[in-house]
């Protein structure tokens, strides 16, 4: 791959050129948008400056943040507080987003989507009310092991690291999911299956492949 330096504004700015002549494949009303990468990745980070960047040019965004949609923990803990294979596989509720965020953005949908369903931190529903979505929002969903999952994205955004970028950046704490995204590199292989690469091993200096 041929990745170019380039700064984190003018990276935002090219995006948000792309997301503006985004058309949902499907023939929906909404664009839906993924910025994946691992929490060392900061994906939440490019996405709220991408959020931020479509609302000065006029653009609705709703951002969905898949830690709103982690199951409850007597699911995502049955193996155990640190199962690799759990964190890819379980974790996240792909049942719930395509419920309550993509099937809702289908052609002749209602575009009625529900911003959060869980607060893993409580352990309970957010109870977060459901938001109508006028045409031509941008649905902007990031977090960590989103690809791969037949979620249907109009335009897909991975953030790139190294397995020593990776393991260096990642907190103690959270050291054990490590094996779940060497597999899910092996498996989902985001770094080619990608529509945007951005390398982030030193964050100051992003990379892309973006022209």
């Known amino acids: 791959m041929r990745l170019h330096p380039i700064s984190w504004t003018r990276l935002t700015e090219q995006l948000a050129d792309r ?15 993924a910025v994946d990468g691992a929490g060392a990745a900061e994906p939440g980070r490019l996405a709220e400056a991408l959020a931020d960047e479509l609302r ?19 699911i995502r803990l049955e193996y155990g507080h640190q199962d690799a294979d759990a964190y ?18 289908d052609p002749g949908g209602s575009g009625k989507v529900l911003p959060d369903l869980w607060d893993p931190r409580t ?6 009310p459901y938001r109508q979505l006028a045409p031509g929002t941008v649905v902007l969903v990031d977090g960590p092991l989103l690809l791969g999952r037949w979620f249907p994205f109009d ?9 020593q970028a990776l393991a260096r950046r990642t907190p103690d704490a959270e050291q054990w999911t490590l094996p779940a995204f ?11 299956n990608a529509d945007v690469l951005v390398r982030v091993d030193d ?9």
């Open 155 to 163: 335009l897909t955004v991975h953030l790139l690291m190294s397995p």
């Open 88 to 105: 890819l596989d379980l974790w996240l509720d792909t049942n719930a987003l395509f419920r309550e965020v993509f099937t809702p953005l």
């Open 56 to 74: 000065l040019r006029g653009r609705a965004v709703q951002r969905i943040r898949a830690q709103g949609f982690l199951r409850p923990a007597s």
């Open 203 to 211: 964050p100051n200096h992003p990379a892309t492949d973006l022209s």
């Open 19 to 33: 997301v503006e002549q985004l058309t949902p494949a499907d023939g929906g009303q909404w664009p839906r948008v």
């Open 123 to 128: 352990d309970r529903a957010t109870r977060s």
């Open 182 to 192: 060497a597999r899910y590199d092996a498996e989902v292989r985001p770094a080619e």
